[in-house]
């Protein structure tokens, strides 16, 4: 079977679990929403569970036992926000991917984060990745955040290439239906906090285990 090869012009990379590894951050931040609203005995799986619903626009009802679910996830998401400044790590290798991938297109970063773009820049910074990006969208940036194709127009607009001419790259479910419907080729990378079936169930063009090995599926 012959393998893949995308020729484009633009990389549209989502950032958590695809450039930086936030497992600490989904469990730091699960912690101190547990302790704010007096939760014990938490089951531990759900530090993926709550981000893997959040991802769908989802309801947590079913997941946390609260009386206020609201608030409950305002002290989550402010605790995420503020963990991901200390808790993120850039994913094995991934700098030196970044820079073969720029050598080969243009590259964008799509975050759902709803945080200034001058967070982003600053975490992308810190780990030496920024270099590689000519564009950062985040969620505060759209009117409609993935699955909406919104952010990976504009960022396709930004770098002046056409949207066919693209890919978008991401671990989750709503990376490849934003894809989809911006009508752009989609890779899912199992680096994230979702399953293989999960995302293959999303019919992605090619599925891989990290962005890391991207670069060997370009032409």
Not at 88 to 104: C, F, G, I, Q
């Amino acid at each position: 079977m012959e393998q893949t090869k995308f020729q484009v012009k633009a990389i549209l990379l989502d950032l958590d679990g695809t450039i930086v590894d936030s497992k600490e951050a989904y469990v730091e931040s699960l912690k101190k929403a547990c302790a704010a609203s007096h939760l014990e005995n938490v089951n531990p799986k759900l530090a993926v569970e709550i981000p893997r619903k959040l991802e769908q626009n989802m309801p947590i009802n079913d997941l946390v036992q609260v009386s206020d679910v609201k608030r409950f996830l305002e002290t989550y998401l402010k605790a995420y926000y503020q963990a991901t400044a200390e808790k993120t790590r850039p994913m094995p290798n991934v700098a030196e991917a970044l820079d073969k991938l720029s050598r080969k297109a243009k590259l964008a970063l799509i975050t759902m984060r709803f945080v200034s773009k001058d967070k982003i820049v600053w975490e992308l910074e810190k780990f030496g990745l920024m270099k590689y990006f000519r564009y950062v969208v985040t969620a505060l940036d759209t009117n409609t955040p993935k699955p909406s194709p919104e952010a990976l127009i504009k960022c396709a607009n930004y770098m002046n290439v056409q949207t066919c001419e693209c890919l978008v790259v991401g671990d989750s479910v709503a990376d490849i239906r934003a894809g989809k419907r911006a009508k752009i080729a989609t890779v899912a990378v199992l680096s994230g906090i979702f399953s293989r079936q999960e995302l293959e169930s999303e019919k992605p063009d090619l599925i891989l285990e990290s962005v890391v090995q991207l670069p060997d599926f370009l032409k």
